[in-house]
């Protein structure tokens, strides 16, 4: 018996993926928004169950069975959202998962506000993208210039440190008091007077 048969995984699978990574962004955005709104349809029947047991006294849940899902989609609303998903890029697709959920978890919103939610979301990337796309150009555009070279902007702008046409006080007090006296270690150096 052979093993090498059984040593098959650390091959790569034969057949990579051939959609393409927008298709791979639409698909799982739009398993997020059916799962979230299964989860807000569950949460909206056991909010409205609750209110019935402290209603009523009784509690039926034992006896009946799990409804199938009664909310979806219009086609029309779904083929909206697919378009906004489509323009998603990969690299976004995680963050707006995350916003949506810390949305959902927030406000607890009924099965009819999930799609609403889910478009203000995509909406928020989408200008996310756009800023960062805009930054990113400047970006380009700024690294892209010619630049002046050091030797024109000396040309144009002299600049001496000590020469300043603002009187300041410290000026005048250094002029009128006498040169600080040396260390005996350290000779004098004294400018010649003009006479």
């Not at 090498?4 to 057949?15: D, F, G, K, Q, Y």
């Not at 909206?80 to 995680?94: A, F, N, R, T, W």
């Not at 970006?139 to 046409?165: E, H, M, V, Y």
Request: aromatic share 6%; glycine share 2%; proline share 8%.
């Amino acid at each position: 018996m052979s093993l090498i048969s059984w040593l098959r995984w650390n091959e790569a699978p034969s057949r990579l993926s051939s959609r393409s990574p927008a298709e791979m962004v639409l698909e799982t955005l739009m398993m997020e928004l059916t799962g979230q709104m299964r989860e807000a349809e569950r949460q909206q029947r056991e909010r409205s169950t609750a209110v019935r047991k402290v209603c009523t006294g009784v509690d039926y849940s034992w006896l009946a069975s799990t409804p199938r899902p009664t909310y979806d989609l219009s086609p029309s609303e779904r083929l909206q959202l697919e378009d906004v998903c489509v323009k998603i890029h990969p690299s976004y697709c995680g963050p707006a998962i995350l916003r949506f959920r810390q949305l959902l978890a927030e406000q607890e919103p009924e099965v009819q506000e999930v799609s609403q939610i889910f478009r203000s979301v995509l909406q928020e990337v989408l200008e996310r993208m756009k800023q960062e796309e805009e930054a990113h150009k400047l970006t380009r555009q700024w690294s892209l210039r010619p630049r002046g070279s050091l030797a024109t902007f000396k040309t144009r702008a002299r600049i001496s440190p000590f020469a300043s046409d603002i009187r300041t006080i410290s000026e005048d007090v250094e002029r009128d008091a006498p040169p600080p006296l040396r260390s005996w270690s350290m000779p004098e150096f004294r400018a010649p007077k003009p006479n």
